[in-house]
Structures are given as C-alpha cells and as structure tokens.
C-alpha cells in the first residue's frame, strides 16, 4: 500500500494503485520511480521507508528522507552536510557486498531524499534484546565478518565513525541457498559467509593525513566513541576501537557505560561476563579497547590475522613446534569454526564426524582407538573448550563434553581411572550409555529386557535425541577414554577461568 511522505499528512496510507495521496493530494511516487509503502523507522535526522523500485522491476529499496528535528541554521547546514555525506560515502563504497548500494539521491519538493538497497535482517542490537547475550562463537564470527569490511573502507580513506550493534544488520538466510552455503564453507573453510552489513554512513568522513590531526565535530554514538574521537580527531583505529566495545556491549549485555571504572580508569568487562571466553578472544578485545592509539591494532587486517592465528600459549609444552604441528592446528581452527557452521544448521551427524576426524588428526591416529591418555593431553585446551562450546551452544545444551561429563559425574563415575576399579568404571560406563541412548532394550524398551548398542547409522542425529547423545563417536570406539577426556576438559576449563 502506498505510503505518503508529506510529513504534515494524518492518513498517509494509501489503497493500492493509488498515484496520488488520497488525503492530502501530493505525488506519492518520487521522480516517477520510487514508492515508499511503509514506515520503517524515525529518528531526529529523518525517517525511513520500506519502498519499491519501478525502475528496477518493481524491486525493494529504502528510502531515507531528510526531515530533521531542528531548525537552527548553524545545525541544520551541518546535517545537511552528513546528509550529503552519507550519499557520497554510499556512492564510492556501495559496490561491496556487505555495504548498502546507494541508488539515487536527489531533492524533490523541498526535501533532501536518499534511495538505497534495501537490507532486511535484524540489528545486532535487537538481535541482543531478542535472543540474549552472544556467545564466543558469535563473536568471532561478527568480527569475520566486520572487519574485511573495515579494512576496505579503510583502504579508501573512508572512516566509518558510528560502528555500534544498531548499525549492523543480519540478513535474513534464504532457505533455499543454505545447501549452497555448506558446500561453499567445505571447499573455502576459510572464507566466513558474510551474512553482516554495515549500514547508516551518515557519519562516515574522509581523512587524509592531514585531517586525522586536526579537531573537528565530534560525530558518532558517546557509548561506543573512542577517546580521540571524542575529541573530534578520528582516526581510522577508531573505528576498531568501537568495534571492540560492540564486541563486549554483546557478549555481556551491558552498557558500555558501566563496563569502564573511572576510578580506576579501566574497562571491567571481563568481570561481568556470564561465561568466561576464551583468553584467545579475550586479548584480542583488550587490544581493540586500548585507549591509546599506538597500542591498537594499526589495521583491521591485523586483527583478522591475530584472530586466525594460533594461541600458542596453552599449548603442551610435549608438543614438538615443528612447521607439520602448526599447519595441523591451522587445520583444526579451520575445521572448528566448519564444525560450528554444520551445528548451526542442524548437521548433527556431519558435526559428530567432523569431530571425530579433528581429535584424529592431531593425535595423528588412523582410529580412536589407538588414542592414548598422552594423545589427549597433548592436544591444546583451545581445542577441546572450542569443541565442546559449539556444542554446547547449539543444542542449547543437550549436547557436547560438558554435558555428557555432567551425566557422567552425577552416576559415580570418576574422572582418574585406575586399573583397580576397571569394574567399577566397566558398570558406570554401561549405565552412563544407557542414560544417553547409545543402548537400547531388545525387546519393546522394557525394563527387564537385556540391552543392546545401537549402530552408529541407528543413532537419534536431531535435537530431540538424549541429553548428552551427541558427540557419539569419539566415546564409541574409545570408551576407556571416557574419564580421560572429561577431566582433560574440566582441567582446561580450570585453567582458563583462573587466568
């Protein structure tokens, strides 16, 4: 239904087909070309519509007008000045993917109108209030995604100055390119889908050398500014550093305003959060929050190579640091964050192999069976938290170690094996399969019935299976590592959260 965009009109919905506003009379299409059918958001600077395009098909658009809430003539030439910005900024940037593409930007009857690729998705912001704190997994993915972004807008001497959860958009997934997407993440695990736009370039400024010297306005949003851009010296590490309080304003919920401690003139985000990361992310963070420039990553390429790179601190001291050892931890990451895509999605079996063959790989062994206790130990806590927290996190807790040691724990079962209590581990390991689903009764589940291990191919691979049935196979083939694994991850975890 056509929408109005006279500001002063009261019925601004229009029947369908209708050219000329019904209430008030005026044109209800810009140039010929442009509808707007829906109001999809206000501020003090203007409103924005939801719109079509006849020009391109009868395709989607936005369109922004400039309608702004003051009338000074000092304020008003300066939001004229980001307004025309915005389309300028739109106009040499527009052609990446996960930028809106600017498609017209003109004056018509006295107003300033600016026609752009319609983004429909969620902001990360909404995406916060209507799902909850993100987790780890999420994170890294947002700065996959967000930070080849910045390194090209930044390779143009173009700093964004308003990066915040509000001003990044998820797009809505189409389900019928998801097939597409797994089979693209197989051949290129490396290449995250980049399914994040960077939206509102109404702050977006030019620098040059000269510029990053020189004060000038302060423009972007005070929770998430960086410190010499509160100054009005904006540099394109600022855009970093708002990166980095995006990061911990989603991982913990909080305003950024409370996550900094004046008194001792440092951020405090770690203490809040909910479940502690991993030292990995957590460093990575520190550095984007840095308040002094010259202790910030100098490129958003920098943190992408930092965020791909190998935490070799936590590392076995055992482990040979030989070039075949760090491309097989390459590998793993890679294969990780594949792993977390195919949990994403529901592929429980195809997550429950992939695990299988990343233990396999870095403990150099054809079968699980041939793992032993020092294989386990060898292998970095990184990998084993990593694991475990996709899981974890995307079956909502039914599955992963974590779970599987609570069951574990809760039936008697230790986590130091001794030969001497072989028995006792041989009747808890038994009850603890049944307690998951890896066994069955053979007649009609009744209770007296004697039990029986189902085939790998007969396990429950969907979210409806027992709490704890997913992963199978590491524990399938290699039950006398059942303790060994649970107490190398409960150590792991002790780690980390005393570090």
């Not at 995406?127 to 997994?137: K, P, V, Y």
């Not at 308040?291 to 490129?299: G, K």
């Not at 079996?349 to 990343?358: P, W």
């Not at 094996?417 to 049944?434: G, H, L, P, V």
Request: neutral net charge; hydrophobic residues 40%.
């Amino acid at each position: 239904m056509p929408y109005c965009l006279n500001p002063s009109c009261q019925k601004p919905n229009n029947p369908e087909g209708c050219r000329f506003c019904m209430n008030c009379g005026k044109n209800l299409q810009l140039r010929g070309l442009y509808e707007a059918i829906a109001l999809i958001g206000q501020g003090g600077m203007g409103r924005t519509f939801r719109a079509v395009d006849y020009g391109r098909l009868g395709q989607p658009c936005a369109i922004k007008q400039f309608l702004p809430q003051f009338r000074e003539p000092q304020l008003m030439e300066k939001a004229i000045a980001l307004f025309e910005s915005e389309a300028s900024q739109l106009k040499a940037l527009g052609s990446h993917p996960q930028i809106p593409e600017l498609i017209a930007y003109f004056e018509e009857e006295g107003y300033l109108y600016l026609v752009q690729e319609l983004i429909e998705g969620e902001n990360l912001y909404n995406e916060l209030q209507s799902q909850g704190i993100f987790s780890e997994t999420k994170i890294y993915q947002l700065l996959e995604n967000i930070l080849p972004v910045l390194q090209f807008i930044h390779d143009r001497q173009v700093i964004h100055r308003d990066i915040k959860p509000d001003n990044i958009v998820r797009k809505k997934k189409k389900e019928k390119k998801k097939k597409r997407k797994i089979q693209s993440l197989i051949l290129n695990p490396q290449s995250p889908i980049p399914n994040l736009v960077l939206v509102d370039f109404g702050a977006a400024k030019a620098f040059t050398t000269d510029t990053a010297n020189r004060t000038g306005t302060l423009i972007g949003s005070a929770e998430y500014v960086a410190p010499e851009q509160a100054k009005g010296k904006a540099v394109p590490q600022s855009d970093l550093y708002s990166l980095g309080v995006t990061c911990i304003h989603l991982l913990t919920g909080i305003s950024p305003f409370d996550l900094y401690d004046d008194v001792s003139d440092r951020w405090i985000w770690r203490e809040k959060l909910q479940t502690p990361i991993s030292s990995h992310l957590a460093n990575i963070l520190d550095r984007l929050l840095a308040r002094a420039i010259a202790n910030r990553y100098r490129s958003a390429n920098e943190v992408l190579q930092d965020l791909r790179s190998l935490n070799l601190s936590l590392v076995s001291e055992i482990a040979p640091r030989s070039s075949s050892y760090i491309q097989s931890y390459s590998q793993a990451y890679i294969q990780i964050k594949q792993l977390q895509e195919l949990l994403s999605l529901g592929q429980w079996q195809e997550g429950d192999r992939l695990t299988n063959k990343i233990i396999l790989e870095l403990a150099n062994k054809h079968k699980i069976a041939e793992i032993t206790a020092d294989d386990i130990d060898n292998i970095t806590c990184d990998v084993w938290i990593a694991i475990d927290q996709a899981w974890i996190e995307f079956s909502n807790q039914r599955f992963g170690w974590s779970t599987q040691k609570q069951i574990w724990k809760r039936l008697g079962g230790r986590l130091t094996y001794e030969e001497s209590t072989y028995w006792e581990f041989a009747n808890i390991y038994e009850k603890f399969s049944d307690r998951v689903g890896w066994r069955r009764p053979r007649w009609l589940n009744l209770s007296f019935s004697p039990k029986v291990w189902r085939k790998y191919e007969n396990l429950i691979f969907a979210i409806t299976a027992p709490l704890g049935h997913l992963p199978s196979l590491f524990f399938w083939e290699g039950f006398n590592l059942v303790d060994i694994v649970l107490y190398r991850l409960e150590i792991c975890r002790q780690n980390r959260d005393n570090s």
